[in-house]
């Protein structure tokens, strides 16, 4: 990569190696006002006299305005007004002392914080006047969260060390948690309220080296430094990086090229051996992947480095083009692509880049239209390009589903009320209504209509209406066996990194392979030989192919929901998915879309989620989400750090949000069009000014929730927890760099940059940085 700087010392234009380049303009107080790509797409802002950006587009090469944002300053310099392409307005109003005070939305709606006499946040009212949800936190001399009292009235409490250090974590659904920590501050002692106490140790340089449980079969070391013997030449550049993991799964281990970028992979499960290969561009961007069969999946990429073709060969035969002729809006998501066999699949945008329309005109394809309310909730469901809803839906205040209409007869298809936390107390459907029933003490769910449900003392589900289903799970924490009416019906096992690699009953096994951003890659028998395996198009999964190594095609939905699988050879679909079935993924999917007799099996449901016929749960990573109740199975791995809701999912909006892993709910609009980034497009664009965080997307100007990213996360988060809407726009960030090729960037430099451009205040960031082991931050600057 090359940098050119102009005669003020200004960044002028980064170069990567292949030719791409990122070019940056200033006006003449130095203030970068555009950053334009190769291919001539632009992100232009408008600055007023005191340097406040009042408007930013994203145009293409023949200035056409593709995106719009716009904001209004009051004669502080405070944000006013933030308007989105529809003048859209959020309204930001303060206190005497300069202190954000109340946020009106386009609805109305408003949301109020209330300080402390030191001008700390300590409660937050949700819809004044309506609902009023309340969360009110307490803080001590150290500005340090003590207490959260959610709006059941349940209080979560933290107590620290005299070193600062969370000593004791006590949560009404997961019991009281105890830690300890060595003279460096890591952490060496977790005692759940299971009485299972987990240690860990660490090398000298403060890396995990070891996880040892009370059983001791399920310990996970870590080594580091030193390259494992399966790597080849040219694969042994260790050095800094993990090496290897051996878990109670077996082991996996790491293989690098001279640039860091990890190359092979080796995963022994049970004595079964998967590899995965991966190839770079000369500017380090994903070109192949090469599966534990041998098939091997390529990327073409165009000269912006976005993937504009992907190909498919067997391990016994001729390459065959899975998509082509993939476009992208200017600076912005993926506008559409050809499948090889000439469908044709076409994703459009507004100027909010949210998305319009899916449609693939062919019989049997994915044909959706997308209609928003004015505070950006998902509304209708309409045939793409029409205006006539199919279903309509409707949200209570705080943005969460509580309709699902026929968008002709305005019947209630499906219907969900909730407490405020966010418990689903009511679900309606033709089938009549359902009642939810909780701890009184705790947001466990203890009843659903008269089936009763139990728990663990950490608050785990160990049961379903009695012996029908039942959950066991070992000193990890993870559900290991699975009974149904007494019997076992299937073990788990998982490796070091959390993934479920291997589930059987006796003697017959299936082993599951992950990529490195934790998406599923494949499924494998008892052999090791592949059941299936997806194909990726980022965050997409675009193909998937059956043992006998037969291609099929996948059209993604706009969360990157598998909706519909199509027999390219047939060109009919297989298997079919109604995005306008039931909401939370209880409707299950037609298997013989074709009517043949014949049922195509494809276990991905929602994004990170893939369902498992014998717990009925879908696996979404480090825990099990369950679509009967809407709502996870155990709780959040990180606490409160996910939301006030431990067993929530993805804030009871799934058209607007989707958990990859189970732990995050990620927004919609989180993505990098809508924050002047190009993850989508293959590069990045770099803040000029703070160009040490290779393949960072710039300080993330116009992201619609800054520089209120989250109300409530406003808050300071507890103790050594990181805080949940930090942790969206940094993990985003970080997984952006690496689906575009680029090595995955440190969190504390991608979190000092984001309060550097001011998006996240310094304050609402010391929870996080403090949890991830970062530096204090450095003073803030007012960016646009």
């Known amino acids: 990569m090359t940098v050119a700087y102009d005669e003020t010392g200004n960044v002028k234009q980064v170069t990567q190696p292949d030719g791409d380049f990122v070019k940056y303009d200033y006006d003449a107080a130095h203030r970068l006002t555009d950053i334009t790509d190769s291919a001539g797409s632009n992100l232009h802002y408008s600055l007023d006299v005191a340097g406040n950006c009042f408007k930013e587009e994203i145009k293409d090469a023949s200035g ?41 939305d386009a609805l109305g709606r408003k949301t109020q914080l209330d300080p402390d006499p030191l001008r700390r946040v300590v409660r937050t009212l949700q819809d004044v006047g309506g609902l009023a949800v309340e969360i009110t936190q307490q803080l001590d001399a150290l500005d340090r969260v003590t207490a959260v009292i959610d709006p059941k009235g349940l209080t979560t409490r933290y107590d620290y060390s005299s070193l600062g250090d969370l000593g004791k974590l006590t949560s009404p659904d997961t019991g009281a948690t105890t830690y300890s920590y060595d003279a460096a501050g890591n952490r060496t002692l977790e005692a759940t309220a299971r009485g299972v106490k987990i240690s860990s140790s660490y090398d000298v340089l403060g890396r995990l080296t070891k996880l040892s449980y009370p059983t001791s079969a399920l310990n996970v070391a870590y080594s580091y430094d030193v390259a494992p013997v399966s790597c080849q030449a040219g694969e042994t550049f260790a050095q800094g990086r993990l090496a290897s ?49 041998g098939a091997k999946v390529d990327y073409v990429r165009n000269g912006l480095g976005q993937a504009t073709e992907v190909g498919y060969t067997s391990a016994t035969g001729a390459r065959q083009i899975l998509l082509k002729n993939a476009s992208y809006l200017p600076l912005g998501p993926i506008a559409g692509w050809t499948y090889g066999n000439g469908r044709v699949l076409t994703r459009a945008y507004d100027q909010d880049y949210r998305p319009k329309a899916i449609q693939d005109t062919s019989a049997g394809g994915l044909d959706v239209g997308f209609g928003f309310d004015p505070v950006g909730n998902l509304s209708k469901l309409t045939p793409a390009g029409g205006t006539v809803a199919d279903v309509t839906l409707g949200y209570d205040p705080l943005g969460r589903l509580t309709e ?46 008269g089936a009763p449900r139990v728990y663990n003392a950490v608050g785990d589900t160990t049961s379903i209406n009695g012996t029908e289903r039942e959950f066991v799970y070992d000193v990890t924490g993870r559900m ?106 209880l409707t299950n999917p037609d298997q013989d879309a074709d009517k043949d007799g014949s049922n195509f099996l494809l276990n991905m449901r929602f994004p990170g989620q893939r369902y498992d016929s014998f717990s009925g749960l879908n696996q979404n990573y480090y825990r099990e989400y369950d679509t009967s109740s809407g709502r996870y199975t155990q709780s959040d791995p990180i606490g409160q750090g996910g939301g006030l809701n431990l067993y929530g999912y993805v804030k009871n909006a799934p058209y607007s949000w989707k958990d990859v892993d189970g732990q995050q709910a990620i927004s919609l609009s989180a993505n990098p069009a809508v924050t002047g980034a190009t993850a989508l497009s293959g590069h990045a664009l770099q803040n000029p000014s703070e160009l040490t965080v290779d393949g960072s997307f710039g300080d993330y100007r116009g992201n619609p929730l800054s ?73 803030s600057k007012d960016r646009c």
């Not at 991966?278 to 961007?285: D, E, M």
């Not at 699902?404 to 009511?426: A, E, M, P, W």
């Not at 726009?729 to 760099?737: E, K």
Request: proline share 4%; glycine share 10%; with cysteine.
């Open 64 to 104: 056409n305005v593709k995106r719009t944002l716009t904001r209004v300053y009051n004669k502080l310099g405070q944000l006013q007004t933030q308007a989105d392409a529809s003048a859209n307005p959020t309204e930001f109003a303060y206190d005497l002392n300069g202190d954000l005070k109340l946020v009106t």
């Open 245 to 293: 993991i051996k878990d109670s799964s077996g082991a996996t281990e790491y293989c690098y090229n001279s640039f860091g970028d990890l190359v092979r992979k080796l995963q022994t499960t049970n004595g079964k051996a998967f590899t995965l290969r991966y190839g770079y561009t000369a500017s380090g961007r994903l070109a192949s992947v090469i599966y534990p069969d």
């Open 404 to 449: 699902f209409k026929d968008g002709v007869t305005g019947t209630v298809l499906d219907g969900y009320t909730y407490d405020k936390t966010g418990n689903r107390q009511s679900s309606k459907s033709a089938a009549g209504e359902v009642a939810y029933t909780y701890e009184a003490n705790s947001h466990r769910l203890i009843k659903v209509g």
């Open 480 to 585: 290991s066996q699975v009974k149904r009416n007494g019997a076992v019906a299937r073990e788990y096992r998982y490796n070091g990194k959390g993934e479920q690699v291997r589930g059987f009953l006796g003697t017959a096994n299936t082993y599951t392979l992950y990529d490195e951003f934790g998406r599923w890659m494949g499924d494998y028998d008892n052999a090791g030989k592949p059941l299936q395996q997806a194909i990726w198009l980022d965050d997409m999964p675009v193909g998937v192919t059956s043992a006998d190594a037969k291609l099929a095609y996948i059209e993604p939905d706009h969360l990157g929901s598998p909706r519909v699988v199509i027999d390219p050879a047939r060109n009919t679909a297989v298997w079919a998915w109604n995005l306008k079935s039931e909401a939370f993924g």
């Open 707 to 779: 520089p209120v990213f989250d109300l409530v996360h406003l808050m300071a988060s507890p103790g050594n927890q990181a805080d949940s809407g930090v942790v969206q726009i940094v993990s985003r960030i970080q997984s952006d760099a690496v689906l575009a090729g680029r090595k995955r960037p440190d969190r504390c430099e991608v979190l000092q940059q984001l309060i550097d451009s001011g998006v996240i205040p310094a304050k609402a960031a010391k929870a996080t940085q403090k949890a991830w082991g970062c530096r204090p931050s450095r003073i």
